[in-house]
Each structure stands twice: as structure tokens, then as C-alpha cells.
């Protein structure tokens, strides 16, 4: 199939600069075929593991492009609204930088995600409600303070960070004919889909979404934004309500499909990646594995790639999920 060049905010050449100032422990992450999962799932499975690096998640690729362009700018300090990652990835890229970074989460954010906030020197302030009512507070503190606001999805460093997982799928072995991504904001399925549409166009791009934040799937499929009043997940780092309409617009030149899973295929998702890959994945970590487990005649006979996001998770909470 012949490559199209899709029509996104993304760049290519941007994308492959972008390797260039991103720390290396957040590049060429391991990709390998894990026969185990396959054989359990009945299909060909590769994991694309984006936890090994220091915040234990992808978002690392993202703020690294942030902070470096905010520290070239002399710029002293940042805020962004998080559901644990993103602010644990900017603590980490603004503390190297010497920038300033305040993080809004919920106070119902996991525990492991917030401590880790805080123990990477950022200022956390904690808000009652869900993701969008910390970004709404989030924004506040950005005009008050006249500091950048850091949107996770909107800010186009953020989708071609996490685009550069997309170089190094197109530039590993074997081939493969599906990648799953989880859906949330929408910066990793841009960002993936992008590169996979321009290099590797035979490439089915799937996006999943847990059945109880569906608004970004709802979206895609009407081809307008749509929210919802509420998110009911346990996958917390992709529960927003809110899509961003620039985010839709990339997201509907680049994504094949976008399925919605149900509660209890993510955790079986995350039981089979610790029994069968050894692995501790996040609840939206598994929306690649829920999805083969909902629909297996569907990715019957085919190789997939799944890409394990984030490892950020209570242990008390995790042992109980994954305890059979």
C-alpha cells in the first residue's frame, strides 16, 4: 500500500528531530514478541513496553519536548492538569531543566501516582472532582501566574513525543499488521497513527477506550465532539469527558477503528500481561489486551502489537485487581 502523507497538526521531520532531545532512557523501549500472551490470546502479540524509563510511562517523550522548548524560551515554570502521569513526566523533564512545575490532580488519583509527583520536587495541588475539573484549575493557575499551561493532547509537543514510539515501530522486526493504543486524550493515537499512516499505511491503527469513558471513541464515531456528564473507570489515565476538537480532527485522519472494553476485560488484560509477560501494567495499560480478549475472531491468525503505556499503580489496589 502507498503512503499518504495524512493531513494532521503532526510533522514528520519534526517527529524524527524530536529523537534528538528526548533523554535516550525514554527511546527504543523494548519490542519483542511474547509468545506466551499469543498463545493465550490466539494470536501473534508483540509488547511495545514504554514502562522501563523513570517516570513508568510514555509521557516522558512529550515533556521532554515541553521542557526543552520552555527552557530554550527562558521560561522558568510550568503547569499542567494530570491524572498522575503527565505530572509525574513534567516534574521529571522540568526538574533536569531547572523549571518550576505545579501539577493539579484529583485527589482520588492514585496514591503511588501522586507521591511520585511530589517526590520529583513538583508543586501538586489537589482538587475535588475528576481530570477535567483539575484542568479547569489547572488553566486558572497558568493566568494567574502567567506560566505556560501545558495541555496534554492540545500541545503538539505531547502527540509528536509520543509519536517517536511510531519510528521505532516502523523501524522494528518483524512486521505486524494491528498496533492497539489506548485512547484518552488522544496524544499517543495521533501520535502513533500519524507515523504509522505515513510509513507503514497497511498498519490497522485501533484505538481503545474502556466502556465507561467512552467520549473520544463516541467522538470518532460521530464525527463530532461528544462528552459525557461522567467517567466510570477503573483505566483513571484515560478517564476525560472533554475531547479536544483539534485532537478529534488528527484522530479521525489517522485511526481505522476505535472500540470501547468493558471493566472486566481490563483487569483480565492486566492478570494476563503479569501471568504470561511478567509485566505490571496500569489499567489503561491492558486496552490493548482487553480488546483481543472481546473480539478474538477478529485479530484470529494476525500479529498485533499492543503498547503497554504506564506501570504507575497502588499495590494494594493492583494485587487486589490481578488476585484471581
Known sequence: MESVVPHTRLDLDRIRAARQVIHPQFL???????????????????????????????????TELVASRLA????????????????????????????????????????????RIRALGAELELVEGDFETARERAASIARQRDVRLVEDSLDIETCEGAATIGLELASGTPSFDAVLIALGGGAMATGVGHVMKALL??????????????????????????????ADTIADGVAGRYPIPEVLDDLLEVADD??????????????????HAGLVAEPSAAL???????????FAGRHVVTI?????????????????
Open 28 to 62: 527504543d523501549t523494548p519490542l519483542y514478541e511474547c509468545d506466551a500472551l499469543g498463545h493465550r490470546l490466539g494470536c501473534t502479540v508483540s509488547v511495545k513496553l514504554e514502562t522501563a524509563n523513570p517516570v513508568r510511562s510514555f509521557k516522558g517523550r512529550g
Open 72 to 115: 530554550g524560551q527562558g521560561r522558568e515554570a510550568a503547569v499542567c492538569a494530570s491524572a498522575g502521569n503527565l505530572g509525574q513526566a513534567l516534574g521529571w523533564s522540568g526538574r533536569r531543566r531547572g523549571l518550576g512545575v505545579t501539577v493539579v490532580a484529583s485527589r482520588w488519583a492514585p496514591a503511588a501516582k501522586l507521591d
Open 201 to 230: 499505511p497497511a498498519v490497522e491503527v485501533i484505538c481503545v477506550q474502556p466502556l465507561g469513558a467512552p467520549a473520544m471513541t463516541r467522538s470518532w464515531h460521530e464525527r463530532r465532539v461528544v462528552t459525557t456528564e461522567s
Open 258 to 275: 476505535a472500540v470501547l472494553v468493558r471493566e472486566a476485560s481490563i483487569v483480565a488484560g492486566m492478570r494476563m500481561l503479569l501471568e
Open 288 to 298: 490493548g489486551v482487553a480488546a483481543v480478549l472481546e473480539n478474538p475472531d477478529r
Open 308 to 324: 503497554v503505556c504506564g506501570s504507575n499503580v497502588d499495590l494494594d489496589v493492583y494485587q487486589r485487581w490481578v488476585r484471581p
